[in-house]
């Protein structure tokens, strides 16, 4: 309110003054549309005061936050390790892709959050605490930074972070959320394999899994692949994963009625074709797995070359058994 | 200096790929899983994209080093990524942003800022300054 001190004295700054002044008052939109309508279930306040808390060592606030959610998750992790991992020495700070890779290596899923506010309350709310990404000054000088949303309090319109060297920093909400705003509201959220946080879209799930599948050992995979096919039957990526572990941990049973499963509802169903063929073969029933890889390569398709070479594959092991049988 | 730094990028980058190459995963001649990660891939990406994939990860890995990450660490690094990711870094890695602000150096600057507006009369914060008139 200080700046309409200056109307009087400079009359033609006063526009320009209203102009900032109304910026100001309209540039926290979502804390604005949570006051006029809060979702019916979102508590009140809630603060995770368990969240533990790593006082950050010079520009290392995303290891710090790291810490933070992974060890809140029951994932023991270091920010010392987790510097290692995602700090860049020469942007003297660490970028979100690696902030999302390094959680990953630490057998956690790692996924983005919707960018809304709503959202990011209610995850707080069912205990999982959220790091944001602010830029603290401007547009054009900005200063990244991450910080962990640990709580809030709707009453008193306040977000409680952990960040930096604060242990308990209080922030007013619309103050937060222009300075989250900039990073068109980043968030992410670190949780164990199988628990699928309330928000998080589909594809984005199910993206996350697999990006996990690719560093966790497969159990550790299979695990999200299950809770993703759970809570979401028709998702033909995640019925894949499902198989696909389940084939690495030799649980062929398991990866068959996965593929089955695919098969029959896929647009495209080769890769299941040509997956449920080795599955087959596994269990010792080359024949049945000669047809089936037939069908694939009668598809054709992007994966046309792969399920070539498991036809021929299957086939020259049938002539072989044939050989040795005369 | 710039053709300096492509030749770096250029060397590291064919080190990395040599001493990774046995670890690159080209289509093999036997019978295989179709992964999830290739089906994830199929629906958004063209043959095209999918071969420049094979080049990114030690180009990517190089780049880490570069910016002062160690070369066993920016291994494992590049490794976590996936193939998207990988892509997206090469071409961002120095326009990204990079969250490090140390909070009080920000306080810091935001005060050093916040003084030059009162100063230049746009804002008036502190009650010791004296706009310029």
Same mark, same amino acid.
Do not use: E, G, M, Y
């Given at each position: 309110m200080r700046v309409c001190a200056f109307d009087a004295r400079f009359p033609p700054l006063s526009g320009v003054f209203f102009v900032f002044a109304l910026l100001a008052s309209c540039t926290a939109p979502q804390t604005r549309a949570l006051r006029s309508?809060?979702?019916? $279930?979102?508590?009140s306040a809630v603060e995770l005061d368990q969240s533990p808390f790593f006082p950050q060592e010079e520009f290392q606030c995303g290891p710090a936050a790291l810490a933070t959610t992974l060890n809140t998750a029951g994932i023991g992790a270091t920010p010392e390790e987790l510097a290692r991992q995602v700090f860049l020495p020469a942007r003297r700070g660490s970028l979100q892709l690696e902030m999302l890779a390094a959680a990953r290596r630490h057998d956690a899923i790692a996924v983005m959050l919707p960018p809304r506010l709503d959202a990011l309350l209610a995850e707080v709310a069912n205990g999982i605490p959220v790091i944001v990404l602010q830029n $603290?000054?401007?547009?054009?000088v900005p200063m990244w930074h991450y910080a962990v949303v640990v709580g809030y309090d709707r009453a008193d319109d306040e977000i409680i972070l952990r960040s930096g060297r604060t242990k308990r920093q209080v922030m007013a909400m619309p103050a937060f959320e222009r300075t989250w705003k900039r990073s068109r509201y980043w968030a992410m959220v670190t949780v164990p394999p199988g628990t699928i946080p309330a928000t998080v879209a589909e594809s984005d799930y199910v993206h996350a899994a697999v990006a996990f599948e690719k560093v966790a050992s497969a159990a550790a995979a299979r695990h999200a692949y299950f809770a993703a096919t759970e809570k979401w039957p028709h998702n033909q990526l995640a019925l894949l994963g499902l198989g696909n572990t389940a084939f690495s941990l030799q649980d062929w049973q398991a990866a068959e009625t996965a593929f089955t499963k695919l098969v029959d509802m896929s647009s495209d169903p080769v890769p299941a074709l040509n997956n449920l063929a080795l599955t087959l073969d596994a269990q010792g029933r080359l024949a049945q797995a000669i047809e089936v890889a037939r069908r694939a390569v009668s598809i054709g398709g992007p994966f046309a070359a792969q399920s070539r070479n498991t036809l021929a594959t299957l086939v020259e092991k049938a002539r072989d058994a044939d050989n040795r049988n005369r | 200096m710039s053709a300096m730094n492509g030749f770096w990028t250029r060397s590291i980058t064919c080190v990395v790929a040599l001493s990774i190459s046995n670890v690159a995963s080209f289509p093999t001649a036997h019978a295989a899983l179709i992964s999830t990660a290739q089906v994830a891939q199929a629906g958004a990406i063209q043959d095209r994209v999918a071969i420049n994939t094979v080049l990114t990860r030690p180009e990517i890995q190089a780049e880490l080093i570069r910016r002062g990450v160690s070369m066993d660490e920016a291994h494992q690094r590049a490794a976590a990524l996936t193939d998207e990711e990988a892509r997206t870094l090469s071409q961002q890695l120095d326009s990204l942003p990079a969250g490090g602000v140390d909070v009080f150096g920000a306080v810091l600057i935001v005060f050093i800022v916040l003084l030059i507006t009162d100063i230049l009369g746009?804002?008036?914060?502190?009650?010791f300054t004296h706009p310029i008139k």
């Open positions: 309508a809060a979702p019916p $279930l979102l508590p $603290l000054a401007l547009d054009w | 746009f804002t008036r914060i502190f009650s």
